[in-house]
């Protein structure tokens, strides 16, 4: 059995103007040691599906499907069962540390927390693993005093007590949420190293969310492209990325700046794809990226494809899936 397999995931809420699914069908699997990239635009159902996956979302939202952690299905137990996988199978970095952390806790003690909830250790013992959490994580108490306050340390630093927090209990399953975002590129390199290291040390899967290709190129295997909800197009990353089957997948990579460019003579504008992401209440019948695909047909309006197999793990969500001319550069070399 894989360590986690999610299966027909389905988050939707009730408005005056009805049901809204705000996560479709979502399904995939992780084996120990995986790591995957989920990238789409921003409200495309990322930071949902995670959080689906931790059950952090508001009693608002209706989550339906399967979501099997070491064969249990986390959508059937109680808070109180799901407290004690939370932290100790699943850990989460958050994507604004300075809002995740608490302002009025010091860091120590913040760290310390879910040590104290998940395992049974003595006074001595919790100040020494936390002490060891805090220099795996680059921030040494010969340094950075465990009674230190969030507000006390930059955004990188507090990203990895963030990080520290996570793998605490070195839990199966680790979901880093833009661990990247608001960091300067130098600091963003650091906590990506940190992440990659300590995922690999302890063999733990890694789901990587970003809108920043750049940041799935480095660290993850395998990818997921998603868009209103939906996924239209995963594989291993190196195919995704060399292939970029769905147009929606070839309009993201088309909008990267090329390195060089702005020292060429002729400067060209970005490509943009044209319009927007469609209103989650608005009753789409087929693809939802139809309005703003060059190669959509009055198929894709009427129905949503089904799934279409590129090439070995490798899978497209599209009627008239696209593909990269031989001889291109490797966009992901790019």
């Known amino acids: 059995m894989p360590l986690l397999q999610l299966s027909n995931l389905n988050v939707t809420i009730n408005t005056i103007d009805g049901p809204i699914q705000v996560v479709k069908d979502m399904g995939f699997s ?7 990239g989920i ?53 989460m970095i958050f994507q604004e540390p300075m809002t995740a952390l608490n302002p009025v806790k010091s860091i120590g003690s913040q760290v310390a927390e879910s040590l104290i909830l998940h395992e049974k250790l003595t006074k001595a013992e919790l100040k ?65 190293e940190l992440i990659e290291k300590l995922a690999e040390e302890s063999g733990m899967a890694l789901i990587i969310i970003s809108h920043d290709l750049g940041v799935v190129a480095q660290t993850t295997e395998k990818v997921m492209v998603m868009y209103a909800g939906r ?8 195919d995704v990325f060399r292939q970029m089957s769905h147009p929606y997948t070839h309009g993201l990579f088309a909008a990267i700046p090329k390195l060089g460019s702005s020292l ?29 695909c060059p190669s959509a047909s009055d198929q894709c309006r009427q129905d949503f494809p089904a799934r279409k197999t590129i090439d070995s793990d490798h899978d497209v969500w599209c009627y008239h899936p696209v593909s990269v001319p031989k001889g291109n550069d490797d966009p992901a070399e790019n």
């Open 264 to 292: 060429t003579r002729e400067r060209k504008r970005l490509h943009s794809i044209p319009g927007s992401v469609p209103d989650l209440r608005a009753k789409i019948k087929g693809c939802s990226f139809a309005d703003r």
């Open 30 to 36: 992780l084996e120990k040691g995986d790591r995957l």
């Open 128 to 192: 020494e693993r936390t002490e060891e959490l805090m220099n795996q994580v680059g921030l040494p108490v010969q340094r950075f005093s465990l009674k230190l306050y969030p507000h006390q340390l930059s955004g990188g630093q507090r990203q990895r007590v963030m990080i520290a927090m996570a793998i605490a209990c070195k839990p199966d399953l680790l979901i880093a949420d833009e661990p990247t975002t608001a960091l300067d590129v130098t600091v963003q390199e650091q906590i990506l």
């Open 39 to 91: 990238v789409g635009e921003s409200g495309c159902g990322k930071s949902i599906t995670a959080l689906a996956l931790m059950s952090l979302l508001p009693e608002a939202l209706l989550v339906t499907g399967e979501i099997l952690l070491n064969n249990q299905n986390l959508l059937l137990l109680s808070k109180e069962e799901m407290c004690a996988v939370r932290g100790k199978n699943i850990g």
């Open 231 to 238: 996924v239209m197009e995963r594989g291993k990353t190196i």
